[in-house]
């Protein structure tokens, strides 16, 4: 199969770093890969990722894999910086005044993540007034191997909405119902939705991905809020108090 720009794609993927004459696991959608090379994060949801082919971030060596493969196929391949994330470049460390990153409440210790500008930078060193902050791409310079698996490509019009649903909101598919056409599209969302951290930032990067890959009309987001009936609560807490009753 060869697949299209635009294509809708599920694949998994493990990358490692090259670390002299070894290769490190940096990342990983496999859960048990990632407990193997020591990097799990219970707090990251692992499974197959969703790409969109020629549209999402891919670097050049992985996007061109994935057009030549089967859906079910596994493949390794070798990237170096140049097809990966490009050679370190010293004109991206930048030194920042100590003033400005204390103005905006930076800690101030080498190997702080920073976010100046929309990027985002590692501090490198310090010094008495100024802060080297390095902007290149972590994986920059370096050669990857690139372990990758196609599982899927998403053809039906409903389940794109509901991965790129997954993708921002992280609300499994079967707790998200559509309706509606390409044109409208009308999404309902469970009531958990509301305790999702910077919901708002969280919708509007979906809506946009919804607009770059779909291109509807109108997009309708509903959150579904259920009030339990006064009878049914009070029939449980009757539920609960003859157990309690029945216990002593």
Known sequence: ????????????????????????????????????????????????????????????????????MEIGEKKEIKAEPSKAYGERRDDLVLRIPVKQLKRYNIPLRIGQQVEIGGRVGVIERIAERFAYIDFNHPLAGKELLIDLEVVKKIDDFTDKVKYLVERWLGIPNNKVEISGDQNTININLPSETLAINDLESKMQLLTKDLYQYIKPKEVNLNIKVEFKEEKEEKKEEGVKEEAKTSAQ
């Open 1 to 68: 199969m060869v697949f299209n720009d635009g294509d809708f794609v599920l694949i998994n993927y493990t990358i490692k770093v090259k670390n002299g004459d070894t290769y490190l696991v940096q990342e990983t959608t496999y859960e048990d890969v990632a407990k193997q090379s020591g990097i799990f994060d219970a707090n990251k949801k692992y499974g197959p990722y969703l790409i969109v082919i020629g549209k999402s971030q891919l670097i050049e060596a992985v996007n061109e894999a994935i057009k030549e």
